[in-house]
């Protein structure tokens, strides 16, 4: 029984096609493999909107990020703590990594059954079309595939990514516990916060610069399979998120500001108060593109219910490692699958 995040997606396979990257280095013009439909909303971005921004600092804190949870599911935040030296270390690192030649990064390729390593985006197998996009994914230790590609030099981007994890989860923890008590979660729910055995990762990813960017798609729409995605994002736009009514909403980088993101769990466990934000990423012609994700959520074998009941439950009951199969499986029906509602 899988009892870790590596071991859940391993017991839902890729096949080969669908983890090796294309080289883009050697690319000059748009393949048809990577060759989008534009569609209507792709001209319709929310014109003025944008998503809040949030100081951590700010008395109000927690009731913004309150609300910015229930409008937008995602917020930019500032007075963070996370200090800049360790952001930039790790997008440096970010680019020396995808700077490689093709035959080095592919010497760490994610297997069919594995979860971490180099790679194309985990939702590929849902699309008709492939994205511009390569990806390094980390969950634990990075050294194993580290070493791969750099067999005598690993043991810088190990350490840089190990600090940033360990970062990442002292302020997903905070942010986690403000969350739960603007929810009125109680102790013995939210019991699982600052344990050992939550589910975490880190996600590299690279989007190069493109010949035809609006036949293009960096990374296709779909929400998260966590509880809070904290995101990094290099100095060049590309990421939108989607707002009922008002259409994709770019998400502007502000150097220092960190996008957060509420995943299908806070979704779920807040019984639909809380959005889970709807994403995707484009690409242009002029700059590459990087970002830093990383992942927080229960343990695997934490039940997840509505915890928030001001109704009736709008979500069965299930652990974590059973929505990852079911969302492995459906990528955007998930959440359907497990309503409670009916139609």
């Given at each position: 029984?899988a009892?870790t995040?590596?071991?859940a997606?391993?017991?839902?396979?890729l096949?080969?096609?669908?983890?090796?990257?294309?080289?883009?280095?050697s690319?000059?013009?748009?393949?048809?493999s990577?060759?989008?439909?534009?569609?209507?909303d792709d001209?319709?971005h929310?014109?003025g909107?944008?998503?809040?921004?949030?100081?951590?600092?700010d008395?109000?804190?927690?009731?913004?990020?309150?609300l910015?949870c229930?409008?937008?599911?995602a917020?930019?935040?500032?007075?963070?703590?996370i200090?800049l030296?360790?952001?930039?270390?790790v997008?440096?690192e970010?680019?020396r990594?995808?700077?490689?030649?093709?035959?080095?990064?592919?010497?760490?390729?994610?297997?069919?059954?594995?979860?971490?390593?180099?790679?194309?985006?985990?939702?590929?197998?849902?699309?008709p079309?492939h994205?511009?996009?390569?990806?390094?994914t980390?969950m634990?230790?990075?050294?194993?595939?580290?070493?791969?590609?750099?067999?005598n030099?690993?043991a810088?981007?190990?350490?840089i990514?190990?600090n940033y994890?360990?970062?990442?989860?002292?302020?997903?923890?905070?942010?986690?516990?403000?969350?739960?008590?603007l929810?009125?979660?109680?102790e013995e729910q939210?019991?699982?916060?600052?344990?050992?055995?939550?589910?975490?990762?880190?996600?590299?990813?690279?989007?190069?610069?493109?010949?035809e960017p609006?036949?293009?798609m960096g990374l296709?729409?779909?929400?998260?399979?966590?509880?809070?995605?904290?995101?990094?994002?290099?100095?060049a736009?590309?990421l939108?998120?989607?707002k009922?009514?008002?259409?994709w909403?770019?998400?502007?980088?502000?150097?220092?500001n960190?996008?957060?993101?509420?995943?299908?769990?806070?979704?779920?466990?807040?019984?639909?108060?809380?959005?889970?934000?709807?994403?995707?990423?484009?690409?242009?012609?002029a700059?590459?593109?990087?970002?830093v994700?990383?992942?927080?959520?229960p343990p695997?074998d934490?039940?997840v219910?509505?915890?928030?009941?001001?109704?009736?439950?709008?979500f069965r009951?299930?652990?974590?490692?059973?929505y990852i199969?079911?969302?492995?499986?459906n990528?955007?029906?998930?959440?359907s699958?497990?309503?409670?509602?009916?139609?």
């Amino acid at each position: 029984m899988a009892t870790t995040l590596s071991e859940a997606y391993g017991d839902h396979p890729l096949h080969l096609h669908h983890i090796i990257p294309l080289d883009f280095s050697s690319i000059r013009t748009l393949p048809d493999s990577h060759a989008w439909p534009q569609s209507e909303d792709d001209d319709n971005h929310g014109a003025g909107s944008c998503i809040p921004i949030i100081d951590l600092m700010d008395p109000n804190a927690m009731e913004l990020i309150g609300l910015a949870c229930e409008k937008w599911g995602a917020f930019q935040l500032k007075n963070h703590g996370i200090p800049l030296s360790v952001i930039e270390e790790v997008e440096a690192e970010a680019k020396r990594l995808f700077a490689l030649p093709a035959e080095r990064k592919l010497k760490a390729l994610r297997s069919a059954a594995g979860a971490t390593g180099y790679g194309r985006a985990r939702i590929s197998p849902f699309f008709p079309k492939h994205m511009w996009h390569e990806g390094f994914t980390i969950m634990g230790s990075p050294c194993d595939d580290a070493k791969k590609i750099w067999p005598n030099d690993y043991a810088r981007f190990c350490n840089i990514m190990d600090n940033y994890q360990k970062q990442m989860k002292v302020l997903a923890e905070k942010l986690t516990h403000r969350i739960f008590n603007l929810l009125g979660i109680s102790e013995e729910q939210k019991r699982w916060v600052g344990s050992t055995n939550h589910c975490e990762a880190v996600q590299l990813n690279f989007y190069p610069s493109c010949p035809e960017p609006n036949r293009a798609m960096g990374l296709a729409p779909h929400t998260d399979t966590s509880l809070l995605t904290i995101l990094h994002q290099s100095q060049a736009n590309g990421l939108q998120i989607f707002k009922e009514g008002t259409g994709w909403v770019p998400v502007h980088p502000h150097p220092n500001n960190l996008v957060v993101h509420t995943g299908d769990f806070l979704h779920i466990l807040s019984n639909s108060r809380f959005r889970c934000a709807l994403h995707r990423v484009t690409v242009n012609s002029a700059r590459h593109r990087y970002s830093v994700a990383y992942f927080y959520g229960p343990p695997m074998d934490c039940v997840v219910s509505p915890l928030v009941l001001s109704s009736l439950p709008r979500f069965r009951s299930l652990t974590v490692k059973e929505y990852i199969g079911i969302k492995a499986k459906n990528l955007g029906g998930a959440l359907s699958l497990i309503s409670m509602l009916k139609n």
